[in-house]
């Protein structure tokens, strides 16, 4: 899987290279990051990467000429090898990152992520090169790095082989629509506090339904929204529906 991300600021989007899973995936060539400065695409002797927006207002724009041609050389790059991959402009203004937008990405060749700074890039910008626009969230960052990092971890930790257990993703949040139960560790008991004793039993049987009882009845306490479909406003089996009513009983 291959990421290019235009950016002002390459070291720090490198930084997923060198630590955790990314580094990792990187180090075992599971992904390959590349950087491209849209600075190194300028001509003016200061290497002018942003101008004021027209209509005046606080603030810089991204010009236009070096990003065009900085997303054009990637492009480039990306067909020179056969390859296929979108543009996406990290945004604000974007659809939301979730994880199945997550698990799309990474069924893909690659993916051009375009960072910008600032109070933004020229729109003609978008209109001439950009796919799509995605967002971290409602809130607004000072550039787009932070979101590109996010979708390179999520999305390198659902390629095969990256995790210790191939099935480790499988057991998240947001598969199948339901929040991952919870997690204890060594000791057995905390500060008088003791571990779900079906978790000590060894009876796997036991445990598989025990856990699929918690992250229904937590998805229905916390997230009750992703348990509803269009048609339905809880869209349970019925077995998962009698797991539920098991937890709403004894919590
Ligand atoms: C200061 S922001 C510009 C915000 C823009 N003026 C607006 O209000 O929509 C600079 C850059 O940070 C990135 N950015 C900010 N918030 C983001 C978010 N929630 N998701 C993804 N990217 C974001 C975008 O690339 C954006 O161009």
Redesign the pocket.
Known sequence: MRFDVITLLPELVEAVTQVGVTGRAAKRDLIELHCWNPRDYTEDVHRTVDDRPYGGGP?MVMKADCLLKTIRDVKQTVTDQGRQAKVI??????RQINQSLMREVSQTEGIILL???????DERVVQLEVDEE???????????EL?AMVVIDGVTRLLPSVLGHDDSAEQDSFTENLLDCEHYTRPETLEGIAVPEVLTSGDHKAIARWRRKQSLGRTFKRRPDLLKTEENDMALSKQDQALLNEYLKDN
């Open positions: 603030g402009y990290l945004s604000p203004q974007g960072c910008g700074r600032y109070e933004g890039i995605w967002s971290l969230g409602d809130y607004v960052l000072s550039g787009g979101a």
